[in-house]
T-cell receptor
Framework: AQSVTQPDIHITVSEGASLELRCNYS??????LFWYVQSPGQGLQLLLK??????LVQGIKGFEAEFKRSQSSFNLRKPSVHWSDAAEYFC????????????FGAGTRLFVKA | KAGVTQTPRYLIKTRGQQVTLSCSPI?????VSWYQQTPGQGLQFLFE???????NKGNFPGRFSGRQFSNSRSEMNVSTLELGDSALYLC?????????????FGPGTRLTVT
């Protein structure tokens, strides 16, 4: 069965510091991987996606993620965090089961210190 | 292009009642998926509809049902509400074609069951 693990429930970083959010997935076939961000009381916004090709993908708001098949990981990074990045981040894998469904990780809440 | 819209945004119901939530996808999108988000269980997939047919279903009781209309708008219904149904219900739309799995989320409907 497909699953997504985000080992960090919450992370605190200082404004201007670099950020890495971890994500590990379990899926038997080629994964379709995503990172979403959710601000309080809001829906989810797609940050970036990986379907195939270059394993380093660029997204919006200065985020990037690297797909590592050997480690079953898809970690999200940002070189310099801004206070407005404080939110909850979800890693997800799309499973093609005749239709498709997206399996989400539990989320990592990011706090940004001034 | 307008985003995914969900109505109503907030709803308070009493145990035992039923509720219907509505979702209008992005124009041209034929797939609509529904998710339940709670602090304890995170984001859980309910079902996906594509061209008026349910293509995929999550592990929820039969009290949760949905449908999709010819204009791709979708509704989900929860009958005999329980306190545990209190959650943020998110709708997401997609083109729905095989290999195109990125989803765009609406702001959600916050359901409170008392």
């Amino acid at each position: 069965a497909q699953s997504v693990t985000q080992p960090d429930i919450h992370i605190t970083v200082s404004e201007g510091a670099s950020l890495e959010l971890r994500c590990n997935y379990s899926y038997g076939a080629t994964p379709y991987l995503f990172w979403y961000v959710q601000s309080p009381g809001q829906g989810l916004q797609l940050l970036l996606k990986y379907f195939s090709g270059d394993t380093l993908v660029q997204g919006i708001k200065g985020f990037e993620a690297e797909f590592k098949r050997s480690q079953s990981s898809f970690n999200l990074r940002k070189p310099s965090v801004h206070w407005s990045d404080a939110a909850e981040y979800f890693c997800a894998v799309a499973a093609d089961t005749g239709g498709f469904k997206t399996i989400f990780g539990a989320g990592t809440r990011l706090f940004v210190k001034a | 292009k307008a985003g995914v819209t969900q109505t109503p945004r907030y709803l308070i119901k009493t145990r035992g009642q039923q509720v219907t939530l509505s979702c209008s996808p992005i124009s041209g999108h034929r797939s609509v998926s529904w998710y339940q988000q709670t602090p304890g269980q995170g984001l859980q997939f309910l079902f996906e509809y594509f061209s008026e047919t349910q293509r995929n279903k999550g592990n929820f009781p039969g009290r949760f049902s949905g449908r999709q209309f010819s204009n791709s708008r979708s509704e989900m219904n929860v009958s005999t509400l329980e306190l545990g149904d209190s959650a943020l219900y998110l709708c997401a739309s997609s083109w729905g074609d095989r290999g195109v799995y990125e989803q765009y989320f609406g702001p959600g409907t916050r359901l409170t069951v008392t």
